[in-house]
């Protein structure tokens, strides 16, 4: 029996419920082929990237080893994919010590993801990034605290204040955290906590934009509640001297300034070849298949999906992504064993905001009707949500 090499390149969310999805189909169908499969991922660990701002409040580690999330049938490679040669089924990735080395494929999925859109050097402050840029964040704020203990009214004030560059979900819920652990250290070092600022600034009229406007409302009265001001239709335009230069003319005295800009889909796709939109993301069709490269399908941020009957693209979000990633083992199946393959379906308009431990809000659209929850029970499901997505 033939082996059959399916290689699946990034270990994010899209990238491990494709392993689990792509597996699963090959134990529960009749392939006539043995299935070899290959994960690429330029970490040595799965990032619980829905949970970034964790390391700039604490020490909680967010990281997964391998062997916890692959079964013994799949192998990890550790590199960063460079080149996808499709009419001859190779990939070029580089390892850690800057080697190239060859990886031959009979189906390649690719599920880079996404990486966070970055201000300009000149402006200053603090991007979300990665786990080690919010690393930094918390050490900064943390000596900041400790600084302010020690200084007078005028420093207290600024050292105390921090201040979030970016109001979508992952700005939101970096603010509510650090607005808690930041008022939380506040009492342990004999500081009054109501002394501590945490600003979020919107380039929006409101929060939460893709929900209504009554979930935008619960929102910021519960940010407000957390210790969380916000600020609507201000851009940042950079930080200087120890004070946030705002569109609007005004300063604020600052701290730290956390950049949350959103996401772009990874520019390393920019080199292999394959087609994609003028925002660099993979073009594929309704079965996640890449336009004239037999054998590669792509999934999750970096794939440009579109539900075929309303017209709407799949936003880059890990709601959508696991979606995807766990139809196309079912995708694959059909493709090799020329049966119909099931096509893309949109998910239910809904989000999952955290707003600190035990507050959460959860908006869904259905029946015509707006649910929303708040409070402990938004904030349970929204962790089961996290733990859901990184397989925990």
């Not at 070899?36 to 909680?60: C, G, M, Q, T």
């Not at 031959?104 to 840029?133: C, F, K, M, N």
Request: hydrophobic share 40%; glycine share 8%; charged share 25%.
């Amino acid at each position: 029996m033939k082996e059959l090499t399916c290689v699946v390149v990034g270990g994010g969310f899209a990238g491990i419920h494709a392993i689990k999805a792509i597996r699963k189909a090959f134990q529960e169908k009749e392939v006539n082929r043995k299935l070899r499969l290959i994960l690429l991922d330029k970490h040595p660990y799965h990032v619980r990237k829905v949970l970034l701002f964790r390391p700039a409040v604490s020490n909680e580690p967010i990281t997964i080893p391998w062997e916890r999330i692959l079964q013994e049938d799949a192998k990890f490679v550790q590199g960063a994919l460079q080149h996808v040669e499709s009419d001859k089924k190779w990939l070029l990735y580089k390892d850690t010590e800057g080697q190239d080395h060859r990886i031959d494929y009979d189906l390649l999925v690719v599920a880079i993801g996404s990486v966070a859109r970055q201000p300009e050097p000149s402006q200053g402050g603090i991007s979300l990034s990665d786990i080690h840029t919010a690393a930094r964040m918390r050490e900064q704020w943390y000596n900041n605290m400790k600084l302010a203990a020690v200084k007078g009214e005028q420093e207290r004030e600024q050292l105390l204040t921090v201040a979030v560059a970016g109001a979508g979900i992952t700005g939101i819920e970096t603010a509510a955290e650090l607005a808690y652990a930041m008022r939380a250290e506040a009492v342990h070092m004999g500081i009054d906590p109501a002394k501590v600022k945490v600003h979020l600034l919107n380039a929006q009229e409101r929060l939460f934009t893709e929900g209504p406007a009554k979930a935008s409302r619960k929102l910021e009265s519960t940010l407000a509640e957390g210790g969380v001001i916000v600020h609507h239709g201000t851009k940042v335009l950079r930080e200087e001297d120890g004070h946030l230069m705002l569109s609007s003319g005004a300063k604020l005295p600052v701290g730290l300034t956390i950049w949350a800009l959103g996401l772009i889909a990874n520019p390393a796709l920019r080199q292999m070849t394959l087609p994609l939109t003028d925002d660099g993301k993979i073009i594929v069709d309704e079965c996640y298949r890449v336009a004239s490269a037999q054998g590669i399908y792509a999934v999750g941020d970096c794939a440009h999906v579109v539900d075929m009957e309303s017209g709407k693209a799949d936003q880059m979000t890990c709601k959508e992504a696991i979606p995807q990633a766990q139809r196309l083992g079912k995708i694959i199946f059909a493709d090799l064993t020329g049966r119909q393959a099931p096509q893309h379906k949109g998910v239910l308009e809904s989000f999952s905001i955290g707003l600190g431990p035990d507050r959460g809000l959860l908006w869904t659209h259905k029946w015509g009707l707006d649910i929303i929850l708040t409070g402990k029970l938004a904030y349970k499901t929204k962790k089961i949500l996290w733990d859901h997505v990184s397989m925990v």
